[in-house]
């Protein structure tokens, strides 16, 4: 989006060099990197940072109507109702697709929503390597709003370890080391000393939760915990695991960093109330009196799934008769622009903004990013195979 550094980018990029910062990004921790990283950042101008932050400020502005929570009850399966909700999420990550506007320019389009973490730690990690081995401009950062490494460590820190000892916080995932996300989970550990913690390994006496600290393998109580699990993939896993797990939807004593039920208030539910010329228009299935016209321009999506799954892209009149509509959305296409240079054809892309949201603070902070390039369909590794120059990536954005 910025030609002048693409360009010299292009130019400076060879694949030894590459290998040679993946060689180095690989190194911390070998093997962790299960995903694809994109060959190249993306250079984000001033004026689209402006048009991604209105756009976020304004679902913010959302979430903080009293009357969010009412709204989006019906949005949490019943069976998943988990207790103790926090007020708020303490994370919010919000997926746009860089699209023309029509005028020559490219504005963003919103295309899904979480009130869940995503690669909260590999982001600080992943864009520092990469400033080792390419030649990045000053004045850009992965970081947002006047945040640097010290800085967004010390508000990650906050959000998730609060007043605790990292000792009493955990990061509790289904078998965190066989996840591919799981470099971040590394990196986070590393930079607040809490650990990693499936499952099944939990112990629990009536409302507390302990552990074995890998350390020490002293039994030690959990305070708070970094809650990863997704109850969609708890559920497809749940015949996979060792019988007698906890089950966390039970009245614990803990406090959920961020609470489950913000993974599905905060989620495609959100879509169809908020409405801003950067995101497309979206109805529940349930409440569309007559398909649109213009069917092919619209995707049919399924509320309750994870990564993708179940996304119809070429919707067929057929495909909207479903037994559940109220548990489907019918939203309006996102073109994504080819507009990321490459050695063969251009690339599309898909900027993620992440929130951090502390408690006592009254409204959540933008503070870093991630991205991700395709030349597929849709973003995701299903629709990019055997390619190159896509992936995983991060947006130095013009500070």
């Known amino acids: 989006m910025i030609p002048a550094l693409r360009k010299a980018f292009n130019e400076a990029f060879t694949r030894q060099k590459f290998d040679s910062f993946f060689a180095d990004l690989n190194s911390r921790y070998p093997g962790a990197i299960e995903f694809r990283i994109a060959e190249t950042p993306i250079f984000v101008p001033k004026h689209f940072y402006l048009l991604l932050y209105d756009a976020c400020e304004h679902i913010v502005d959302f979430i903080l109507d009293p009357r969010f929570k009412s709204m989006t009850d019906r949005a949490i399966p019943p069976d998943d109702w988990v207790p103790n909700e926090n007020a708020h999420p303490h994370f919010l990550a919000f997926d746009f ?25 590999f982001q600080v ?16 950062s992965q970081f947002l709003n006047g945040y640097d490494h010290d800085s967004y460590l010390a508000l990650l820190r906050d959000t998730i370890v609060g007043d605790c000892t990292p000792e009493e916080v955990i990061l509790l995932e289904i078998k965190p080391h066989e996840q591919k996300t799981r470099i ?3 990196c986070t550990q590393d930079y607040l000393g809490i650990t990693p913690v499936c499952l099944t390994e ?4 009536g409302r507390r939760l302990f552990y074995l600290h890998p ?13 990863r699990v997704i109850f969609d993939e708890l559920h497809a896993s749940a015949a996979r695991l060792p019988p007698g797990f906890v089950d966390i939807r039970l009245d614990l004593d803990v406090e959920w960093i961020t609470h489950p039920n913000w993974f599905y208030r905060v ?14 228009a979206t109805f529940f299935l349930n409440e569309l009196k007559q398909p649109p016209a213009d069917l092919e321009n619209y995707v049919l999506k399924p509320l309750f799934s994870f990564a993708g799954k179940g996304v119809i892209i070429d919707v067929r009149p057929q495909d909207l008769d479903v037994s559940d509509p109220e548990n ?34 009254a409204r959540p902070t933008l503070a870093i990013n991630l991205a991700r390039l395709s030349k597929g369909k849709m973003i995701g590794v299903d629709f990019n195979k055997n390619r190159e120059w896509v992936g995983g990536s991060v947006g130095f954005f013009e500070q």
């Open 97 to 121: 697709g860089v699209c023309e506007d029509g005028q020559g320019g490219y504005t963003p389009r919103l295309i899904e929503m979480q009130g869940f973490p995503s690669l909260y730690g």
């Open 125 to 140: 990690y992943y864009p520092e390597t990469l400033c080792r081995h390419f030649t990045i401009a000053p004045g850009f």
């Open 184 to 186: 971040d989970f590394y």
């Open 202 to 205: 939990l112990i629990r006496e």
């Open 215 to 227: 350390a020490t393998g002293k039994k030690t109580p959990i305070r708070r915990i970094y809650n």
């Open 267 to 280: 989620s495609k539910f959100t879509l169809p109330f908020i409405d801003h010329p950067c995101v497309p």
């Open 328 to 361: 489907w959305i019918l939203q309006r296409k996102v073109v994504y622009a080819d507009l990321i240079a490459t050695p063969d054809v251009p690339a599309k892309t898909e900027i993620r903004m992440l929130y951090l949201w502390k408690d006592g603070d």
